[in-house]
Protein backbone atom coordinates (compact mmCIF):
# COMPACT_ATOMS: atom_id res chain seq x y z
CA UNK A 1 0.00 0.00 0.00
CA UNK A 2 0.64 3.54 -0.07
CA UNK A 3 0.47 6.07 2.43
CA UNK A 4 -2.25 9.13 2.62
CA UNK A 5 -1.62 12.47 0.54
CA UNK A 6 0.44 14.69 3.23
CA UNK A 7 3.14 17.69 2.94
CA UNK A 8 6.66 17.52 2.75
CA UNK A 9 8.82 19.92 4.88
CA UNK A 10 12.67 20.22 5.44
CA UNK A 11 14.14 21.47 8.47
CA UNK A 12 18.20 22.38 8.50
CA UNK A 13 18.11 23.15 12.45
CA UNK A 14 16.05 22.14 15.36
CA UNK A 15 14.57 25.97 15.98
CA UNK A 16 12.90 25.78 11.86
CA UNK A 17 11.85 22.40 12.91
CA UNK A 18 9.92 23.54 15.97
CA UNK A 19 8.89 26.53 14.18
CA UNK A 20 6.76 24.39 11.05
CA UNK A 21 5.44 22.20 14.00
CA UNK A 22 3.92 24.66 15.14
CA UNK A 23 2.35 26.26 12.33
CA UNK A 24 1.28 22.53 10.58
CA UNK A 25 -0.47 21.76 14.01
CA UNK A 26 -0.95 18.39 15.56
CA UNK A 27 -1.27 16.16 12.21
CA UNK A 28 2.37 17.15 11.58
CA UNK A 29 4.89 14.11 12.25
CA UNK A 30 8.81 14.49 12.50
CA UNK A 31 10.79 12.45 10.09
CA UNK A 32 14.03 11.00 11.51
CA UNK A 33 15.29 7.62 10.25
CA UNK A 34 11.48 6.09 9.52
CA UNK A 35 11.88 3.37 9.83
CA UNK A 36 8.74 2.77 12.10
CA UNK A 37 7.15 5.90 10.48
CA UNK A 38 6.43 5.17 7.03
CA UNK A 39 5.45 1.80 7.20
CA UNK A 40 2.86 2.60 9.36
CA UNK A 41 2.05 4.94 6.68
CA UNK A 42 2.17 3.16 4.15
CA UNK A 43 -0.23 -0.04 5.81
CA UNK A 44 -2.01 3.74 6.61
CA UNK A 45 -2.16 3.15 10.11
CA UNK A 46 -1.01 6.49 10.86
CA UNK A 47 -1.85 9.28 8.36
CA UNK A 48 -0.04 12.60 9.27
CA UNK A 49 -1.09 15.97 7.01
CA UNK A 50 2.58 16.40 7.45
CA UNK A 51 6.23 15.33 7.70
CA UNK A 52 9.12 17.83 8.97
CA UNK A 53 11.94 16.42 8.31
CA UNK A 54 15.06 16.59 10.55
CA UNK A 55 17.48 14.68 8.76
CA UNK A 56 19.61 16.97 7.38
CA UNK A 57 20.28 18.85 11.00
CA UNK A 58 24.01 18.70 11.95
CA UNK A 59 25.25 18.35 15.33
CA UNK A 60 22.33 15.55 16.65
CA UNK A 61 24.28 12.87 16.07
CA UNK A 62 26.62 11.53 18.87
CA UNK A 63 27.64 9.55 21.95
CA UNK A 64 29.15 11.77 24.27
CA UNK A 65 30.54 11.03 28.43
CA UNK A 66 30.63 14.21 30.69
CA UNK A 67 30.29 14.66 34.16
CA UNK A 68 26.16 14.26 33.56
CA UNK A 69 26.63 11.02 32.33
CA UNK A 70 26.25 9.80 28.60
CA UNK A 71 24.17 11.95 25.84
CA UNK A 72 23.01 10.17 22.88
CA UNK A 73 22.17 12.87 20.32
CA UNK A 74 19.01 12.23 18.49
CA UNK A 75 19.72 11.34 14.75
CA UNK A 76 22.38 9.19 16.63
CA UNK A 77 21.21 5.55 14.50
CA UNK A 78 21.16 2.12 16.09
CA UNK A 79 23.98 0.97 13.52
CA UNK A 80 26.26 4.22 15.47
CA UNK A 81 25.36 2.76 18.83
CA UNK A 82 26.11 -0.66 18.21
CA UNK A 83 29.54 0.10 16.67
CA UNK A 84 30.28 2.89 19.04
CA UNK A 85 33.61 2.66 21.11
CA UNK A 86 32.78 4.27 24.14
CA UNK A 87 36.26 4.50 25.55
CA UNK A 88 35.56 4.55 29.62
CA UNK A 89 32.10 4.55 28.96
CA UNK A 90 32.26 1.02 27.58
CA UNK A 91 32.00 -0.89 30.80
CA UNK A 92 29.63 1.40 32.46
CA UNK A 93 26.92 1.91 29.37
CA UNK A 94 28.25 -1.54 27.08
CA UNK A 95 24.34 -2.50 27.54
CA UNK A 96 23.17 0.03 24.92
CA UNK A 97 25.57 -1.75 21.89
CA UNK A 98 25.31 -5.25 22.93
CA UNK A 99 21.19 -4.74 23.40
CA UNK A 100 21.72 -2.72 19.31
CA UNK A 101 22.06 -6.00 17.53
CA UNK A 102 18.32 -6.93 18.45
CA UNK A 103 16.91 -3.88 16.61
CA UNK A 104 15.54 -5.30 13.38
CA UNK A 105 18.31 -6.04 10.34
CA UNK A 106 21.40 -4.23 9.07
CA UNK A 107 19.56 -1.59 6.87
CA UNK A 108 17.28 -0.99 9.51
CA UNK A 109 19.85 -0.10 12.20
CA UNK A 110 22.01 1.61 9.58
CA UNK A 111 18.81 4.25 9.34
CA UNK A 112 17.14 3.74 12.07
CA UNK A 113 18.09 6.21 14.64
CA UNK A 114 17.93 6.43 18.90
CA UNK A 115 15.63 9.44 18.81
CA UNK A 116 13.27 8.48 16.53
CA UNK A 117 12.61 5.35 18.53
CA UNK A 118 11.91 6.83 21.11
CA UNK A 119 9.68 9.24 20.30
CA UNK A 120 7.42 6.38 18.53
CA UNK A 121 6.69 4.89 21.96
CA UNK A 122 6.92 1.50 21.04
CA UNK A 123 6.05 -0.19 24.56
CA UNK A 124 8.28 -3.49 23.49
CA UNK A 125 11.23 -0.99 21.92
CA UNK A 126 14.55 -2.06 22.86
CA UNK A 127 15.52 2.24 23.20
CA UNK A 128 12.06 2.84 25.24
CA UNK A 129 13.02 -0.29 27.95
CA UNK A 130 16.62 0.68 28.19
CA UNK A 131 15.96 4.18 28.51
CA UNK A 132 13.11 3.40 31.44
CA UNK A 133 15.65 0.78 33.27
CA UNK A 134 18.48 2.91 33.46
CA UNK A 135 16.33 6.02 34.54
CA UNK A 136 17.26 7.82 31.32
CA UNK A 137 16.14 11.66 30.57
CA UNK A 138 14.81 12.28 27.63
CA UNK A 139 15.69 16.27 26.22
CA UNK A 140 12.84 17.87 24.29
CA UNK A 141 13.41 21.38 22.29
CA UNK A 142 10.25 23.27 21.62
CA UNK A 143 8.13 27.06 21.50
CA UNK A 144 9.37 27.52 25.12
CA UNK A 145 12.88 26.33 24.76
CA UNK A 146 14.19 23.01 26.17
CA UNK A 147 13.20 20.79 28.70
CA UNK A 148 13.85 17.32 30.62
CA UNK A 149 11.41 14.42 30.86
CA UNK A 150 12.39 11.28 33.16
CA UNK A 151 12.03 8.27 31.20
CA UNK A 152 9.54 6.63 33.61
CA UNK A 153 6.65 9.86 32.60
CA UNK A 154 7.73 9.93 29.19
CA UNK A 155 5.75 7.15 27.87
CA UNK A 156 2.13 6.92 28.49
CA UNK A 157 0.69 4.41 25.96
CA UNK A 158 0.78 2.82 22.28
CA UNK A 159 2.58 5.50 20.56
CA UNK A 160 1.98 7.75 22.88
CA UNK A 161 4.62 9.96 24.75
CA UNK A 162 4.49 13.21 26.91
CA UNK A 163 6.70 15.23 24.01
CA UNK A 164 3.97 17.80 22.60
CA UNK A 165 3.21 17.90 18.88
CA UNK A 166 5.48 21.42 18.65
CA UNK A 167 8.30 19.35 20.63
CA UNK A 168 11.69 17.69 19.51
CA UNK A 169 13.26 15.31 21.11
CA UNK A 170 16.78 16.89 20.88
CA UNK A 171 18.98 14.16 23.16
CA UNK A 172 18.67 11.02 25.39
CA UNK A 173 21.18 11.21 28.85
CA UNK A 174 21.79 7.68 30.47
CA UNK A 175 22.88 9.72 34.54
CA UNK A 176 24.34 6.84 35.95
CA UNK A 177 26.46 3.67 35.33
CA UNK A 178 24.90 0.26 34.84
CA UNK A 179 28.12 -1.85 34.62
CA UNK A 180 25.53 -5.39 34.82
CA UNK A 181 22.99 -4.61 32.51
CA UNK A 182 21.37 -6.79 29.83
CA UNK A 183 18.47 -7.03 27.34
CA UNK A 184 17.32 -9.86 25.81
CA UNK A 185 13.88 -10.91 23.71
CA UNK A 186 12.10 -13.64 21.92
CA UNK A 187 10.64 -12.95 18.18
CA UNK A 188 9.07 -15.43 15.68
CA UNK A 189 11.50 -14.43 13.28
CA UNK A 190 15.17 -12.63 14.03
CA UNK A 191 14.72 -9.28 12.88
CA UNK A 192 10.91 -9.28 13.75
CA UNK A 193 9.54 -7.07 16.41
CA UNK A 194 10.04 -8.44 19.91
CA UNK A 195 6.79 -10.63 21.35
CA UNK A 196 7.93 -10.00 24.62
CA UNK A 197 11.37 -8.23 25.86
CA UNK A 198 13.48 -8.17 29.49
CA UNK A 199 16.07 -5.57 30.38
CA UNK A 200 17.54 -6.02 33.81
CA UNK A 201 20.37 -4.03 36.01
CA UNK A 202 21.74 -5.70 38.44
CA UNK A 203 24.55 -4.68 41.41
CA UNK A 204 26.25 -6.81 43.50
CA UNK A 205 28.21 -6.72 46.91
CA UNK A 206 30.61 -9.62 46.11
CA UNK A 207 28.51 -13.09 45.14
CA UNK A 208 25.20 -11.38 46.60
CA UNK A 209 23.03 -8.93 45.18
CA UNK A 210 22.99 -5.45 46.53
CA UNK A 211 19.86 -4.80 44.64
CA UNK A 212 18.10 -4.59 40.97
CA UNK A 213 15.69 -3.53 38.56
CA UNK A 214 13.75 -5.08 35.75
CA UNK A 215 11.64 -3.69 32.80
CA UNK A 216 9.50 -5.83 30.67
CA UNK A 217 8.59 -5.19 26.92
CA UNK A 218 5.55 -6.74 25.23
CA UNK A 219 3.30 -7.36 27.96
CA UNK A 220 1.83 -3.93 28.15
CA UNK A 221 0.85 -0.24 26.36
CA UNK A 222 4.25 0.97 27.90
CA UNK A 223 7.52 -0.45 29.01
CA UNK A 224 6.82 -2.07 32.55
CA UNK A 225 9.19 -1.92 35.78
CA UNK A 226 8.97 -4.63 38.43
CA UNK A 227 10.76 -4.43 41.59
CA UNK A 228 11.90 -7.92 41.90
CA UNK A 229 13.22 -8.96 45.38
CA UNK A 230 16.93 -9.63 44.78
CA UNK A 231 18.62 -7.55 47.81
CA UNK A 232 20.19 -9.39 49.74
CA UNK A 233 19.64 -12.90 47.38
CA UNK A 234 22.67 -14.98 46.10
CA UNK A 235 24.13 -14.49 42.74
CA UNK A 236 22.31 -18.01 41.18
CA UNK A 237 20.76 -19.30 38.97
CA UNK A 238 18.05 -20.29 41.47
CA UNK A 239 17.98 -16.61 41.64
CA UNK A 240 17.68 -15.59 38.39
CA UNK A 241 14.37 -18.05 37.86
CA UNK A 242 12.72 -17.32 41.02
CA UNK A 243 13.15 -13.55 39.67
CA UNK A 244 11.96 -14.16 36.25
CA UNK A 245 8.80 -15.84 38.28
CA UNK A 246 8.32 -12.98 40.26
CA UNK A 247 8.30 -10.54 37.78
CA UNK A 248 5.46 -12.54 35.47
CA UNK A 249 3.64 -12.93 38.69
CA UNK A 250 3.47 -8.88 38.35
CA UNK A 251 2.11 -8.79 34.69
CA UNK A 252 -1.33 -9.17 32.49
CA UNK A 253 -0.22 -9.47 28.98
CA UNK A 254 -2.59 -9.13 26.76
CA UNK A 255 -3.40 -11.63 24.05
CA UNK A 256 -3.00 -11.78 20.47
CA UNK A 257 -2.14 -13.67 17.30
CA UNK A 258 1.17 -14.00 18.37
CA UNK A 259 0.17 -15.83 21.61
CA UNK A 260 -2.01 -15.54 24.53
CA UNK A 261 -1.56 -13.80 28.00
CA UNK A 262 -0.13 -17.16 29.71
CA UNK A 263 2.46 -17.72 26.55
CA UNK A 264 3.47 -13.81 27.35
CA UNK A 265 3.85 -14.68 31.22
CA UNK A 266 6.00 -18.17 30.35
CA UNK A 267 7.66 -16.01 28.13
CA UNK A 268 8.97 -12.70 30.35
CA UNK A 269 10.04 -15.55 33.05
CA UNK A 270 12.43 -17.36 30.81
CA UNK A 271 13.54 -14.17 29.09
CA UNK A 272 14.20 -12.02 32.28
CA UNK A 273 16.19 -15.14 33.81
CA UNK A 274 18.51 -15.44 30.91
CA UNK A 275 18.81 -11.56 30.99
CA UNK A 276 19.76 -11.38 34.56
CA UNK A 277 22.20 -15.20 33.71
CA UNK A 278 23.59 -12.57 31.70
CA UNK A 279 23.68 -9.20 33.49
CA UNK A 280 26.01 -11.34 36.49
CA UNK A 281 29.04 -12.66 33.69
CA UNK A 282 29.97 -9.10 32.86
CA UNK A 283 33.37 -8.12 33.79
CA UNK A 284 34.00 -6.97 37.66
CA UNK A 285 32.34 -9.58 39.46
CA UNK A 286 33.82 -12.97 38.97
CA UNK A 287 32.98 -16.04 36.76
CA UNK A 288 29.88 -16.07 34.55
CA UNK A 289 26.70 -18.00 36.46
CA UNK A 290 24.93 -19.37 33.72
CA UNK A 291 24.43 -22.83 34.88
CA UNK A 292 20.53 -23.87 33.41
CA UNK A 293 19.43 -20.00 33.80
CA UNK A 294 15.95 -19.54 31.75
CA UNK A 295 15.60 -23.54 31.10
Known amino acids: MKPAAFSYYRAYDVAEAVERLSELGDDAKILAGGQSLVPMMNFRLARPSALVDITRISG???????????HVGALTTHRAVEVAELGDADEDFGVLPRAARWIGHYPIRCRG???????????????CLLAVLLEAVIVLHGPRGRREVPAAEFFGGF?????????VVVEVRFPSPSPHAALTEFAERQGDFAIVAAAVSVEFDGDTCSGGRIVLGGV???????DAPLAGQPATAETWRAAGEFAAGQIDPPSDNHGDGTYRKRLAATLV?????EASARP????????????
Do not use: N
Open 273 to 277: ARALA
Open 284 to 295: GRGHPRLDGAGR
Open 159 to 167: FVTAAGPDE
Open 220 to 226: ASVPVPV
Open 60 to 70: LSYLRRDSEGL
Open 113 to 127: TFGGSIAHGDPASEW
